[in-house]
Every structure is written in C-alpha cells, then in structure tokens.
C-alpha cells in the first residue's frame, strides 16, 4: 500500500523560502511506473497543480508560479521535496503531495496547511 | 487554459442517481481521455475514484460511473447514499504548458 506523508513549517514569512518534504513509502521512489507531485488548494477553493516530477525526466511546473517552484526526488530518503521561493500571502493553502499512475492522482498524502504571514 | 468547468453544487434524495458535468476544452477533456475524478471529505485528502474517464480504482464502488462526450466529461453517482456528500473534483489531462487541469469542485447534497 502507497503512502505519502508531508512534513514541513505550517508557518512561513512573506519574501522567504517554503520547503516541504513528502516521504513515501510502499513504492520505490526511483520506480519508472510513478511521478511525484505537489498540489494545492486554496482556503476554501479547489485544487491546483504546482510541479510534478518523474525519476527518469525533468520537472514540470504550472506557469502561474513563474520559477518560484522547484521539485526534486531523493531516492536515498525515498522522499521528494517542493522550495517555493518568494512566497506571499497568495501561497498560503494546504499543500498535498500525490503520486501520479496512469496519468492520475492515486495517491495523496493527508495534505499540510502552509500560511504565510509575518 | 482556463480550469475546468463545474457546476458548484448539486443535490439530490438517498437511492436517486445524480450526474455531475465537467466542461472542458478541445485542448484537454476533448483530446485526451485521461479525465480523473477525485471525491474530498471536508478536512480530508481528495480520493481518486475514476480515471481513464470510466475505470475504478481497486476498492471504489461501482455506483461510481463515468462518461465523455466530445468536451464534456461527466460523473454519475447512482443510488445516492448520505456518505457520497462531498465536493468532486474532475481533472483532464492537458499537455503543454499545464499539464493537469482542475475543475473548480462540485459540492455534492444528500437531501
């Protein structure tokens, strides 16, 4: 059974760097069969793609974050890591990472609430 | 490209079928068939239940049942039970430059 777990500040300074890690477990991070991502949802609104990244590619981002996002996987911890650089308070959501199969979200961890306030 | 378009809410009586429309484009739900949909508990993780448009995850239940007709895909839930209340969300493949298109969720109401 594929399980993912968030960890990371819940409280980050407007200007600074968001880093949020994902461990997995019950499927090899390094497996071609998955891709990694980070999504995020708004306070009361819907989801949104941040980056995904697949062991044998590079990473993808959604345009509206214009570089501030960078995704990458460690397969010596069997974790992936999302830095959102610059934050403002327009970044302030729950961030969850999910594993992609057959172009799908199979797998989510229980999501992280980030808000960005000084 | 704009996110999907979803209805915000729609309700219905315990045992009746509802169908939930997820609007897209030519770019995305019309020329991939890898629609996903997602069900979220309030406080809770979204779940898959349907991807490739019409195939179940292992474990989800086959009152869950979905369809696409050129841009449009759909979710139907029949005989609607009072734990199927929660939002939906659809998502559509896109490619280049977004990749995976969101709907903004349906908020589903067992009456």
């Known amino acids: 059974q594929v399980q993912l777990h968030e960890s990371g500040p819940g409280l980050v300074k407007p200007s600074q760097t968001l880093s949020l890690t994902c461990s997995v477990s019950g499927a090899s991070i390094g497996n071609g069969g998955y891709c990694w991502s980070w999504i995020r949802q708004h306070p009361g609104q819907g989801l949104g793609l941040v980056g995904y990244i697949c062991y044998t590619t590079d990473a993808y981002y959604t345009p509206s974050l214009k570089g501030r996002a960078t995704v990458s996987v460690d397969t010596s911890t069997s974790q992936f890591s999302l830095r959102l650089t610059s934050v403002t308070v327009a970044d302030t959501a729950v961030y969850f990472c999910?594993?992609?199969?057959?172009?799908?979200?199979?797998?989510w961890g229980q999501g992280l609430l980030v808000t960005v306030s000084s | 490209q704009s996110a999907l378009t979803q209805a915000a809410s729609v309700s219905g009586t315990p045992g009746q079928s509802i169908t939930i429309p997820c609007a897209g484009s030519?770019?995305?739900?019309?020329?991939?068939?890898?629609v996903s949909w997602y069900q979220q508990h309030p406080g809770t993780a979204p779940k898959l239940i349907l991807y490739?448009?019409?195939k179940r995850p292992s474990g989800i239940s086959d009152r869950f049942s979905g369809s696409k007709s050129g841009n449009t895909a759909s979710l139907t839930i029949s005989g609607l039970q009072p734990e199927d209340e929660a939002d939906y969300y659809c998502c559509s493949y896109g490619g280049l430059p977004n990749f995976w298109l969101f709907g903004g969720g349906t908020k589903v109401t067992v009456l």
């Open positions: 030519g770019g995305d739900v019309g020329t991939y068939n890898l």
């Open positions: 490739d448009v019409d």
């Open positions: 999910a594993g992609i199969q057959s172009n799908s979200f199979h797998h």
